[in-house]
Nanobody
Framework: VQLQASGGGLVQAGGSLRLSCTISGSRFSINSMNWYRQTPGKEREWVARASTDATIGYADSVLGRFTIAADYAKRTMDLHMMSLKPEDSAVYYC???????????????WGQGTLVTVSS
């Protein structure tokens, strides 16, 4: 399972940006699609999740400003980011949690990361 992220860039504080991620591969079933982010010297932080049971979740730091949109048929996900703050600057990673066949084991796969820089 491979993921390709795009859409990062430089934006002023208060602005908006959309990240996209495409998932490819065969013979797997998606459990959830996620976005994470990481800044230098810090651990990777979970940002948003869309699960196939229709649940959606957000980190408190982005609640009300970010929206995750998942298309399970097309195997794509977007992260719409609004009212961006300098502290949102990070490398953003898309992630998919999936299973194969009848196994209940959950696998992880990650995109390459896309840089978002929010200037003050």
């Amino acid at each position: 399972v491979q993921l390709q992220a795009s859409g990062g860039g430089l934006v002023q504080a208060g602005g908006s940006l959309r990240l996209s991620c495409t998932i490819s591969g065969s013979r797997f079933s998606i459990n959830s699609m996620n976005w994470y982010r990481q800044t230098p010297g810090k651990e990777r932080e979970w940002v948003a999740r869309a699960s196939t049971d229709a649940t959606i979740g957000y980190a408190d730091s982005v609640l009300g400003r970010f929206t995750i949109a998942a298309d399970y048929a097309k195997r794509t996900m977007d992260l719409h980011m609004m009212s961006l703050k300098p502290e949102d600057s990070a490398v953003y990673y898309c992630n998919v949690k999936y299973r194969r066949g009848f196994s209940t084991y959950e696998y992880d796969s990650w995109g390459q990361g896309t840089l978002v820089t929010v200037s003050s």
